[in-house]
T-cell receptor, first 115, second 117 residues
Framework: AQTVTQSQPEMSVQEAETVTLSCTYD???????LFWYKQPPSRQMILVIR??????QNATENRFSVNFQKAAKSFSLKISDSQLGDAAMYFC????????????FGTGTRLKVLA | KAGVTQTPRYLIKTRGQQVTLSCSPI?????VSWYQQTPGQGLQFLFE???????NKGNFPGRFSGRQFSNSRSEMNVSTLELGDSALYLC????????????????FGPGTRLLVL
């Protein structure tokens, strides 16, 4: 089965604090990409960060970083120094390797940032 | 490089009508995928076009169709609109190289919000 699971429908974080969003996935592939996308309310879905599975080093983009555990098929997103503009829906995703899908998306985690 | 663009951004239609949405991918990208996003169903894959050919198709009725032009621009059409077709329709583009399906990075457009009355 091709699944991506985000077990936290909603999370809250205080401004300037750190928050971690969880994602687990299923795959039989050894070489693949994983993605976190951000979708602010009524705004465009943008790519936050990408992890290449063959790279052991965790990807980092400014305040965003991942904790990639390949054996555990876990791919969490850490947001440091949270800002009000980080409030959004966050989707974890990976390309599908079979079937009638392009990407397999998680159900999303809504992040609220408290001032 | 310009991002993915979609037109129109908003549409209001009535049941039974048809609608055509347009998507222009990032320059150089040959793959265009369409998704339907609703609060209840989340993101659902409609279809993918690559080099003017449908390469992949999700589980949607035949009322949903698409095409791709030689310049990689894509259109999707929904005929005989139903209330349940009200959604945000997202287009995403990627380079689309063969043999690297599990390494493709998609970039999304702003979406077209369709309301069916």
């Amino acid at each position: 089965a091709q699944t991506v699971t985000q077990s936290q429908p909603e999370m809250s974080v205080q401004e300037a604090e750190t928050v971690t969003l969880s994602c687990t996935y299923d795959t039989s592939e050894s070489d693949y990409y994983l993605f976190w996308y951000k979708q602010p309310p009524s705004r465009q879905m943008i790519l936050v960060i990408r992890q290449e599975a063959y790279k052991q080093q965790n990807a980092t983009e400014n305040r965003f970083s991942v904790n990639f555990q390949k054996a555990a098929k876990s791919f969490s997103l850490k947001i440091s120094d949270s800002q009000l503009g980080d409030a959004a829906m966050y989707f974890c995703a990976r390309p599908a390797t079979s079937g009638t899908y392009k990407y397999i998306f998680g159900t999303g985690t809504r992040l609220k940032v408290l001032a | 490089k310009a991002g993915v663009t979609q037109t129109p951004r908003y549409l209001i239609k009535t049941r039974g009508q048809q609608v055509t949405l347009s998507c222009s991918p990032i320059s150089g990208h040959r793959s265009v995928s369409w998704y339907q996003q609703t609060p209840g169903q989340g993101l659902q894959f409609l279809f993918e076009y690559f080099s003017e050919t449908q390469r992949n198709k999700g589980n949607f009725p035949g009322r949903f169709s698409g095409r791709q032009f030689s310049n990689s621009r894509s259109e999707m059409n929904v005929s005989t609109l139903e209330l349940g077709d009200s959604a945000l329709y997202l287009c995403a583009s990627s380079a689309g190289a063969f043999g690297q399906r599990n390494q493709e990075t998609q970039y999304f457009g702003p979406g077209t919000r369709l309301l069916v009355l």
